[in-house]
C-alpha cells in the first residue's frame, strides 16, 4: 500500500505531459531529480522495510509454533524497534548490486552473495548486530555456497531484475504510456520483493 501512494503521488505532483499532451516520452518529466528520490525511497526504503517486517513475521510463527512466543504482536512490535535487519538488507544490496553492474565486479558480487545470502534474516530472527549478521551468514553457509548462491541469484533476479525486465518488454512492444509501464514494474516490485523475501528467510531455517 506504501508503495502505491508513493506510486501515485510521483504520477500526480512530477509527471507533465509534454507540449503533445503525451506522457509517453521521458521527457514528460516534470521534476526528474523528486522522481528519482521517489524512486529510490520505493526501492531502498519501503521494499526493503516490507521484507525485514515478513522475516520477522516467519520468526514469531516459528516461535509460536514451538510454543515460544505467545504474543506474536507484541514480538513483530519489539523486531521494528531494532532496525538492524533493515540496514543489513539495505548494505548488502547496495553492495551486491553495485558491484554487479561492472565486469570486474561481478565475480566480487557473486562471492559475497553466496557468503551473505541469509545476512538479513540472521539479524532479524537472532537479534544479531550489523557486522555479526554478515559473519553468521557466512558461517551457516559454509560448504553449502553453491546452493546458496544458486537461490540467492534467483530470488535477486526474481525482485529486482524480472520486474525491470517485464517494464522494458511492455515499453518497447506497446504503445502504453511511460508512466503506465513504470507504475506496473513497480506494483509487479511490490509483489515479488515480499516473495523473495520469504524465500530467503526460508533458506536460513533451512
Known amino acids: 500500500l506504501l508503495t502505491a501512494v508513493v506510486t501515485l503521488l510521483a504520477q500526480r505532483f512530477f509527471i507533465q505531459p509534454n507540449q503533445n499532451g503525451d506522457l509517453g516520452h521521458l521527457d514528460a518529466l516534470a521534476h526528474p531529480i523528486l522522481g528519482a528520490g521517489l524512486t529510490l525511497v520505493v526501492s531502498i526504503g519501503l521494499l526493503p522495510f516490507t521484507a525485514a517486517a ?27 524497534a531494532k532496525p538492524t535487519g533493515l540496514a543489513v538488507l539495505i548494505a548488502g544490496y547496495l553492495v551486491i548490486m553495485t558491484l554487479a553492474g561492472t565486469v570486474v565486479g561481478l565475480p566480487i558480487a557473486l562471492w559475497l552473495l553466496s557468503r551473505w545470502a541469509v545476512s538479513m534474516p540472521a539479524a532479524v530472527v537472532e537479534d544479531l548486530g550489523f557486522r555479526e549478521s554478515f559473519r553468521r551468514s557466512v558461517e551457516l553457509t559454509k560448504g553449502r555456497r553453491l546452493r546458496s548462491l544458486a537461490v540467492a541469484v534467483g530470488f535477486y533476479f526474481l525482485a529486482f531484475a524480472l520486474p525491470d525486465l517485464v517494464g522494458a518488454v511492455l515499453l518497447l512492444l506497446t504503445s502504453w504510456p511511460f508512466v503506465v509501464t513504470t507504475l506496473l514494474t513497480l506494483a509487479l516490485k511490490a509483489i515479488l520483493y515480499p516473495v523473495a523475501a520469504v524465500g530467503l528467510t526460508l533458506l536460513f531455517y533451512d
Not at 515478513?54 to 521494528?80: C, M, N, W, Y
Open 54 to 80: 515478513l522475516t520477522s513475521s516467519i520468526r514469531v510463527v516459528d516461535e509460536v509454533a514451538h510454543g515460544q512466543s505467545p504474543h506474536g504482536l507484541v514480538a513483530i512490535k519489539e523486531s521494528f
